[in-house]
């Protein structure tokens, strides 16, 4: 519903276009990095580092409690195991990101973009393996669950696999 995206949604982008401007002029006020080495015991990190650094963490985890609050509200099990991949995939750099901004632990400059080979791999399976970016799975169901009369898949064994709207709200209320 959002062709448009409402001009108050533009304020989220403040920040981001700051940071790329404090990050391009840095060698001539030092608010980002004070001294940067590939050694993370030898970096001096500026003031403005801790600014950007909270906004991102902040909207990195956000988006990964809006992606599982989506998934759980689904309630179906393609839609959870393509979210808890996408979530997994994008804390672990996240995690590693804030160790090494904090410096909990002694790591080189190569930690947070090794942080990213699992989310490449992750994200990647989840693609591939759940065809996550293929819209005939959510238009079908949707097509199925406009339909007024009830279906259930189930398997050989006969565990239900899958089922429409109609039929989780006549049965529902029998469970």
């Known amino acids: 519903g959002l062709e448009k995206m409402p001009t108050k949604y533009y304020l989220i982008f403040i920040l981001p276009v700051v940071t790329n401007f404090v990050a391009w002029t840095n060698p001539h006020h030092f608010l980002l990095y004070k001294h940067f080495s590939v050694y993370g015991s030898?970096?001096?990190?500026g003031p403005y580092i801790y600014i950007a650094g909270t906004y991102s963490y902040v909207c990195t985890f956000f988006s990964i409690y809006l992606m599982m609050r989506y998934a759980f509200e689904m309630k179906k099990k393609l839609v959870t195991q393509q979210a808890m991949l996408f979530c997994i995939g994008s804390l672990i750099p996240g995690v590693v990101n804030v160790l090494a901004t904090i410096k909990s632990l002694d790591m080189s400059i190569a930690a947070t973009p090794l942080g990213f080979i699992a989310t490449v791999v992750l994200h990647g399976y989840a693609i591939y393996h759940y065809h996550m970016?293929?819209?005939?799975?959510?238009?079908?169901?949707?097509?199925?669950?406009?339909?007024?009369?009830?279906y259930l898949v189930t398997d050989d064994r006969g565990m239900i696999i899958d089922c429409n709207m109609p039929f989780e709200k006549i049965f529902a209320q029998y469970g």
């Open 42 to 45: 030898e970096v001096i990190f």
């Open 133 to 150: 970016l293929d819209i005939r799975p959510i238009a079908m169901q949707k097509v199925l669950d406009w339909i007024s009369d009830c």
